[in-house]
Structure formats: structure tokens, C-alpha cells
């Protein structure tokens, strides 16, 4: 079965950096885009980053273009998500997702807190 499992968030102070990982199982990693997701409380969740199943192609919600990466490691199938200069609006729990064959897999999430 399909299983996506995230970790590395944690407490940071603004203007720090965090690199999330979800380590995936169940399924043919490579042939997936992966996504990252994040939902703020009280608010909807959005997207955040999204790359390919080869991982050559990449894109961002407008928040964190330019402050975050996506990558992957098809050989360790595992997605990360580089997050540079961290603000307190970036304080949400972040997941990981994929969408095999119409149906959309989760992660548990990781929460991420950006204060002083």
C-alpha cells in the first residue's frame, strides 16, 4: 500500500532555513509527480510545490518562489522541500502527496512553527 511519511519540521526563527523529507513506499516512485502541501490554521490547504516523476520539472506557489526548493532522489524515494528564509507566515504543517491513477495519497504531515 501506498505510504508517504514526512519529517524534518520543527521550531525555527524567521530568516531560518528547514529541509523537509517524505520517504515513500507502496508504489513506483519514480513515475509520479510528488507534491508538497500546507495547511495554516483556520485556513485552507494550498500548494506549495510540486515536481515530475524524473524530477525535470518544478513549480511553486507564489508565496515561496524563490525561498523554497523541491527535489527528489528517485534511488532513496524520497521528495524534499528546502525552505530558505522562513517567515511566520510559513507556520502550517506541511504535507506530502501523490496522485496515482485519479486517487490522491497523503502523509501525516509535519508542522513546521517560524517565531521568535
Known amino acids: 500500500q501506498v505510504q508517504l511519511v514526512e519529517s524534518g519540521g520543527g521550531l525555527v526563527q524567521p530568516g531560518g532555513s528547514l529541509r523537509l523529507s517524505c520517504a515513500a513506499s507502496?508504489?513506483?516512485?519514480?513515475?509520479?509527480?510528488m507534491s508538497w502541501y500546507r495547511q495554516a490554521q483556520g485556513k485552507e490547504r494550498e500548494l506549495v510545490a510540486a515536481?515530475?516523476?524524473?524530477?525535470?520539472?518544478?513549480r511553486y506557489g507564489d508565496s515561496v518562489k524563490g525561498r523554497f526548493t523541491i527535489s527528489r532522489d528517485n534511488a532513496k524515494n524520497t521528495v524534499y522541500l528546502q525552505m530558505n528564509s522562513l517567515k511566520p507566515e510559513d507556520t502550517a504543517v506541511y504535507y506530502c502527496?501523490?496522485?496515482?491513477?485519479?486517487?490522491?495519497?497523503w502523509g501525516q504531515g509535519t508542522q513546521v512553527t517560524v517565531s521568535s
Open positions: 515536481i515530475s516523476g524524473p524530477g525535470g520539472t518544478t
Open positions: 507502496g508504489f513506483t516512485f519514480s513515475s509520479y509527480a
Open positions: 502527496k501523490s496522485v496515482q491513477n485519479g486517487a490522491s495519497y
